[in-house]
C-alpha cells in the first residue's frame, strides 16, 4: 500500500515513450546513432533538427513503420518491433505529407479511416461528424478535399489521425508550408490535446512552434541528441544574454562605466550593455553595484538568445526560417 503521505502530483508522470540506443543505417550512412528518449504521459515534446538529422526516420520506427537496426524502444507500453499491432491500437500518426484523399468528401475521409480502424459503423459516423465539429471542418464535410485551403486539409489530416482515440500522437512537421493564421490554429488544437492526456512528440524546423508548445525539446543532429530541456534551458547554452542599462544623465552613466568594466557603451543612448544570463541573481547583483554608487538606471531590458541561436550554435546551420528568408 502507497504511504498516505505521498500524494499523486507528486509521482512523476509515467513515460509513454522510451527510446534507449536507437540506431539505423541505410548502408553506410547512419542516421540514427544511440538515440535516447524519455517522454512522460501527457507532455508535448519536440524533435528539432535540420534536414537528414533523423527526425522523420525516427517518427517511422516508433510508429512501427520501418524496424531500427538496434536499441530498445516503448510506446505505449509496447515494443513497436514485437507487438505493433498493440502500438499501432495506440498512437495517431500525422506525417510531412497529407494522408488526405482530394476525391473524397471531408466526412467520406474520417468515415474511411474510422473503417480502417474497425469501429463500428454507426460509431465510426458518430465519431466522424465529432470530429468535423471539434476542428471547424463544417465546410469541409461535403465537398472534395481536393478543393479545400491548404490549412483546412491540414486540420482534416489532423482529424484523421484522431479517430482511433490514440493515446500517443506523432506530428512530423505538421504545419510546413501552412500560413502563420492557419499555422497558429493549429497549435491552439494541439494544446488542446494535450490538455486532454494525449502525448504529442512533434518534429519541427520551426523553432518559434517548439518554444510555443513543447514542455521539453531536443535537438537531433546525425543521428545524435546534441542537446535536451525546456526552451529556457537551451537558451541558457548559448553565449550572448545581456542586460542593457540606460542611465538619464552623464553624470550616472559616467560613473556605471567606471565600475561595470567590460560593459559595451552607447555613449549617444547613455547606455550600456553588460553581460549577463538574466537570472534573477545577476540583476539584483548588477542592481546592488549601481546601488553603492547611488547611481540609478532609468530602464534595464533583459535579452537572451533564442532558439534560433541555439539552433544554429548546436548545428552549424540556420533554421528553416532563416534559409528561407534569405
Known sequence: MRSPEIKDADMPAPAAIIVRGLRKAYGRKIVLDGLDLEIPAGSIFALL????????????????????????????GHDPARDPDAVRAAIGVTGQ???????????ENLVLMADLHHLPRAEGRRRARDLLERFDLADAAGKPAATCSGGMRRRLDLAMGLVGRPRVLFLDEPTTGLDPRSRRALWQMIRELAATGVTVLLTTQYLEEADQLADRIAVLDHGRIVAAGTADELKSLVPGGHVRLT???????????????GAVRDDAALALQVASGGTAYEIRDLLDQLDRLEVEADRLSVHTPDLDDVFLALTGRPTLEEATSR
Open 49 to 76: 533538427g535540420p534536414n537528414g538529422a533523423g527526425k522523420t526516420t525516427a517518427v517511422n520506427i516508433l510508429s512501427t513503420l520501418i524496424a531500427a537496426d538496434g536499441g530498445s524502444v516503448r510506446v505505449a
Open 97 to 107: 505529407f497529407s494522408a488526405v484523399d482530394g476525391l473524397l468528401t471531408g466526412e
Open 247 to 261: 542611465f538619464p544623465d552623464a553624470a550616472g552613466y559616467d560613473a556605471a562605466v567606471r565600475v561595470l568594466t
